[in-house]
């Protein structure tokens, strides 16, 4: 099964050097993922998002024009696969650009094209790498894991939708989540055990107006206050 796997994030990649210097480029860590062998999130149930409350993000992302220019290039795609799929297109990238921290992850490049950080094989394609496993509890353990290769950027935003597409995260979809904050929050400890995953997800969105991506982009890919 090309999705028994949930994602993992590339940007934890053990020995890579393409995470950005400059405190501009503000990608704030993310937890490793819950056991790919279980259906469940770390704590053995699954999250309601009813019951928990809407984060207003106080994690800090410094405005980059090198997020900004993966804006450009990712945006309409995913903004087109989201709508078809039923998926908010700002949550969408969010996860894009932090799982692959603005396309700058070894994984995100050619010829893997894995902007998500997905395990698994793509059509029986994958690549291994080292990464760092998160028990749930900060404890971290160096592994090496197959992940999978993608032929393009396309195939790659596809893949996800595909994922996001199982019932497992229904509650990540419009017609379950009544705004893209409870979507963010429906993923933490399901698609990521990092207990700051929504807040980095909604500050990205916040911070690049990415809930724009949810109508038709425009020529500007800036933040609301630069338009």
């Not at 410094?62 to 450009?72: E, H, Q, R, V």
């Not at 396309?103 to 394609?125: A, D, M, R, T, V």
């Not at 979507?183 to 995953?197: H, N, V």
Request: negative net charge; aromatic residues 8%; glycine residues 6%.
């Amino acid at each position: 099964d090309l999705h028994s796997f949930p994602t993992r994030r590339s940007s934890d990649l053990v020995g890579e050097d393409e995470a950005p210097s400059s405190p501009a480029e503000d990608h704030p860590s993310t937890s490793a993922l819950w056991d790919s062998a279980s259906s469940q999130s770390p704590a053995g149930q699954e999250p309601n998002p009813a019951e928990a409350p809407i984060l207003s993000s106080p994690v800090h992302v410094g405005y980059s024009l090198t997020t900004t220019k993966f804006i450009a290039v990712v945006g309409e795609q995913a903004r087109s696969a989201a709508q078809e799929a039923d998926l908010y297109a700002s949550v969408m990238i969010a996860q894009a650009i932090l799982e692959s921290a603005s396309g700058n992850s070894e994984l995100s490049k050619p010829p893997y094209n894995n902007l998500f950080g997905i395990k698994g094989s793509y059509h029986g394609e994958s690549v291994a790498m080292p990464t760092l496993e998160d028990d749930g509890t900060g404890v971290l353990t160096r592994i090496v894991a197959d992940f999978r290769s993608c032929p393009t950027i396309k195939e790659s935003l596809a893949d996800y939708v595909e994922l996001l597409s199982q019932p497992l995260y229904e509650g990540a979809r419009k017609s379950a989540a009544a705004s893209y904050e409870e979507a963010c929050q429906y993923l933490q400890g399901l698609y990521a055990t990092d207990s700051a995953y929504a807040q980095k997800l909604i500050a990205y969105i916040q911070e690049y107006d990415l809930d724009r991506k949810s109508t038709r982009l425009n020529s500007s890919h800036g933040r609301r206050s630069r338009m």
